[in-house]
C-alpha cells in the first residue's frame, strides 16, 4: 500500500507487471468531498473541481509531442475544467497500459458526466479494438430531484486485449426458477407442475448490473465506512473474479477506502493500491480486521519505487539515442518542424530535468540550434508557446 501522488509511484513500477487494473477516480463532479465527522473514514477527503492549475505544464508537453491522437481527444473538450481533468487522467492511464500484461485487463468507473470523454481517451490510449464492455452499474437510493429522472448508475468502462483474462465460470449467477406444466398422456395439464432446469451452472451476468445484493444499500451497509464514494464489495469481487487469475496481481490506483484490496485479499491475489491521503492505510488494515476477521500488517510504503525491469539510462545524448530519434521524427526538428541533417539537431528533453523529466527516451526528442537556444532548460511547452508568438 503506497500513500502519495499516483503518477510518479506508477512510474517507478516494472512493466508488465499488473494482472487487473480497477480505478475509481474522480469524476470531474464539481464538488469536493469529506467523509462525515465520527465515521470510521473521517479525515478522508478528496477535491473534484478541475483548473489548469491542477495540470503539470510537463503533462501537456508529454501528450502533444509523443501522442497526438490523445492530444485532439483532449482538445475536443469544451471547457477549460475538463480539458485539465481529462490531461489528468490521460497521463495516468498512460502509465496503466504500460503496466498491465498482455493478458491484463482494465476497469474504470466513472459517471454519466465524463463518462463520454473517458470512453474516447481511453480508445485512444488502450485501442479500440481493445474496448470490451460498458458496464452499466444500477443501485438504488432516495432522490429528491423534480427536473429530471433520478441518476442512478455508474458505468465501468473494460478494456483488454486479445488475450486477456476472462472467467466466465466464475461469476455464473443462477437461472430464475422455471416451472412448466407437466402434460398427461393426451397433452391434458396435471394438477402438478414440473421443474425445468435450463443450466445448472447458470447464466454469466449481461453488462447492465442490477442484481440486488449490488444494487440496494441495504444489502451491504454493515460494510460502510462513511467513505464518501464507497461501493460494494461484491461489486469489486464479481471483477476481480471475471478478470484475474488466481494468484494474480491487481492494482487500484485511486484506492479511497480500499474496498478493491479487501476484495482481492478475500478472492486469493496479491494486491497493490496507492492513494493520496494517508487514511486509506489505515482503512485496510480496520477492514481487514472487521470484515475477514484476520490480522494484516501489510506493507506501507511513501517512497517511490524504483524499476528493475529496465537497463541502467545511458546518458540522454547518447549516439544511439539521436539515431533512433531522428528516424522516429523523420530528420524533423520538433520545435520548428524543419529538416536537417543528423549533425544540426541536438538530443533534448520534453519534459524538464528540473520538472522531473527523465532521460529515458520516450522523454527525449531532437531540436535544431536555434530551438535548443531558445527552449534552454525549460519544459516544451514553453518552446511551443514562443515559436506560436
Not at 47 to 72: C, F, G, M, Q, Y
Not at 186 to 209: C, I, N
Not at 255 to 274: F, V
Not at 340 to 352: G, K, N, R, S
Amino acid at each position: 500500500m503506497w500513500t502519495g501522488d499516483n503518477l510518479p509511484i506508477m512510474r517507478g513500477m516494472n512493466s508488465a507487471s499488473i494482472d487487473l487494473i480497477y480505478l475509481d477516480p474522480p469524476f470531474n463532479s464539481k464538488a469536493n468531498y469529506a467523509a462525515p465527522i465520527g465515521s470510521e473514514a473521517a479525515g478522508a477527503e478528496f477535491k473534484d473541481t478541475w483548473t489548469l492549475s491542477d495540470v503539470d505544464a510537463a503533462w501537456l508537453d508529454l501528450i502533444e509531442t509523443k501522442h497526438p491522437a490523445l492530444n485532439r481527444v483532449i482538445h475536443a473538450a469544451l471547457n477549460t475544467s475538463d480539458k485539465s481533468y481529462l490531461i489528468y487522467m490521460a497521463v495516468r492511464l498512460l502509465e496503466m497500459r504500460r503496466l498491465l500484461k498482455d493478458t491484463g485487463s482494465i476497469y474504470l468507473h466513472c459517471d454519466p458526466t465524463m463518462s463520454h470523454y473517458l470512453k474516447l481517451v481511453m480508445d485512444a490510449i488502450f485501442g479500440r479494438k481493445n474496448f470490451r464492455n460498458e458496464i452499466v452499474w444500477c443501485y438504488t437510493g432516495p432522490s429528491n430531484t423534480k427536473r429530471y429522472f433520478p441518476r442512478k448508475h455508474d458505468t465501468l468502462l473494460f478494456f483488454g486485449g486479445a488475450s486477456c483474462v476472462f472467467n466466465p465460470d466464475a461469476v455464473r449467477r443462477p437461472y430464475v426458477a422455471e416451472y412448466t406444466p407437466a402434460r398427461g398422456l393426451y397433452g391434458q395439464a396435471v394438477a402438478e407442475p414440473s421443474y425445468k432446469t435450463l443450466h445448472q451452472r447458470g447464466t454469466v451476468p449481461p453488462d447492465w448490473w442490477a442484481d440486488p445484493f449490488l444494487t440496494n444499500i441495504s444489502a451491504w451497509k454493515n460494510e460502510r465506512t462513511g467513505y464518501p464514494t464507497q461501493k460494494p464489495i461484491a461489486l469489486l469481487q464479481r471483477i476481480i473474479k471475471a478478470s484475474s487469475p488466481p494468484d494474480g496481481v491487481v492494482l487500484d490506483p485511486f484506492c479511497g477506502c480500499a474496498t478493491a484490496c479487501i476484495a482481492a485479499e478475500m478472492e486469493h491475489r496479491q494486491w497493490a493500491g496507492i492513494d493520496i491521503s494517508p487514511k486509506a492505510a489505515e482503512l485496510i488494515k480496520m477492514r481487514v480486521k472487521r470484515e475477514m476477521s484476520l490480522f494484516y500488517d501489510g506493507i506501507h510504503r511513501t517512497d517511490i519505487p524504483e524499476r528493475t525491469d529496465i537497463e541502467p539510462l545511458r546518458k540522454y545524448n547518447h549516439a544511439d539515442n539521436k539515431k533512433l530519434l531522428y528516424g522516429e521524427q523523420s530528420g524533423n526538428c520538433n520545435g520548428c518542424g524543419d529538416h536537417f541533417l543528423p549533425q544540426h539537431l541536438t538530443v533534448d528533453h520534453i519534459i524538464a530535468r528540473s520538472m522531473g523529466g527523465t532521460d529515458h527516451l520516450s522523454n527525449l526528442q531532437l531540436l535544431c540550434g536555434h530551438c535548443n537556444s531558445v527552449k534552454g532548460d525549460r519544459g516544451q511547452d514553453y518552446l511551443l508557446a514562443k515559436l506560436a508568438a
